[in-house]
């Protein structure tokens, strides 16, 4: 699997041609073998492709996010299967057990939290106690929600206490822009792996395609939360989003060995899936930020 973050802003074509991407703007001609790519951001809604090259990045398992007319992840390409045995995984994952399900879901609830927490300790936020109390009071697949409550005490510490996600700010741009990343590389992996995405731990809305991804990612948003405050963005454009793309390859430890985000991230998930099948929520991996 590649490791390039190929990000298409410019009217294009793209098609393929012996192994490589090739894109075609009104300047320039590039190819870029497709085994070096990991993911496709397609950024302008005047870019063609060819259903050869969708074929060709599908068998590669390249994830390919399309934008809207703003410029912001829209939807994304899904391949059917994603290995070959996915239909026994699919029978497993509809087996899976309820309590090892909110046994994993405890732990990822925990770990969001501290890592919360770290994020606040950065700031020097004395709330950074108070979530870290959150996690000792967290009880059997967090029937209390500790995690909302976190997550109010949180936002408000980080960026204000007026701060709300439905405002239509520089800020909630950039952090849904970044959690829209992080969703892709978890549906990626996910895919890969023969699961389904529908089908979550927790996450359980019938409008929601990407149930078990939300799960997944719970843990991984406080590094794109991170990175937003320290933008401070009193715009959101171009070189916002790329300060967010470069998050991908930004190195982070897990499993005792450095990894940049991407790869982090397939060995977690995978720890989650050998978790949920062996029913040993300490195999589980999480990705250590080093905040």
């Given at each position: 699997m590649g490791w390039r973050t190929v990000v298409i802003t410019k009217t294009s074509k793209l098609d393929y041609s012996l192994g490589y991407m090739v894109v075609r703007d009104v300047e320039n001609t590039m190819k870029i073998h497709i085994s070096e790519i990991s993911i496709i951001i397609v950024g302008s809604t005047s870019v063609s492709l060819t259903a050869y090259l969708l074929n060709e990045l599908t068998k590669s398992k390249v994830k390919v996010i399309?934008?809207?007319?703003?410029?912001?992840p829209s939807f994304e390409l899904v391949p059917y299967f994603g290995c070959h045995d996915c239909s026994l995984k699919i029978k497993k994952q509809i087996a899976w057990d309820d309590?090892?399900?909110?046994?994993?879901?405890?732990?990822?609830?925990?770990?969001?939290i501290r890592k919360q927490a770290e994020v606040l300790c950065i700031f020097e936020s004395d709330k950074s106690e108070m979530l870290l109390r959150y996690v000792d009071e967290i009880e059997f697949g967090d029937c209390t929600n500790r995690e909302g409550h976190a997550a109010k005490v949180y936002?408000?510490?980080?960026f204000g206490m007026k701060f709300?996600?439905?405002?239509?700010?520089p800020v909630n741009s950039a952090l849904n822009f970044g959690y829209s990343l992080i969703l892709s590389v978890v549906n990626r992996e996910v895919v890969?792996?023969?699961?389904?995405?529908?089908?979550?731990?927790?996450h359980d809305n019938m409008y929601n395609q990407f149930n078990l991804s939300c799960d997944l990612m719970e843990p991984i948003r406080p590094v794109v939360d991170l990175c937003v405050k320290e933008m401070n963005p009193q715009t959101f454009g171009k070189n916002e989003k790329?300060?967010?793309l470069e998050l991908l390859n930004k190195e982070f430890r897990v499993s005792g060995r450095t990894n940049t985000l991407l790869n982090a991230i397939k060995i977690y998930c995978r720890s989650v899936f050998c978790a949920l099948e062996e029913k040993d929520v300490t195999l589980i991996s999480f990705i250590d930020y080093e905040l």
């Open positions: 399309f934008c809207d007319e703003k410029r912001n309590n090892t399900k909110k046994y994993i879901w405890t732990e990822i609830v925990s770990e969001k936002f408000n510490e980080l709300s996600r439905s405002q239509d700010t890969c792996s023969g699961y389904l995405t529908q089908i979550g731990i927790f790329i300060t967010l």
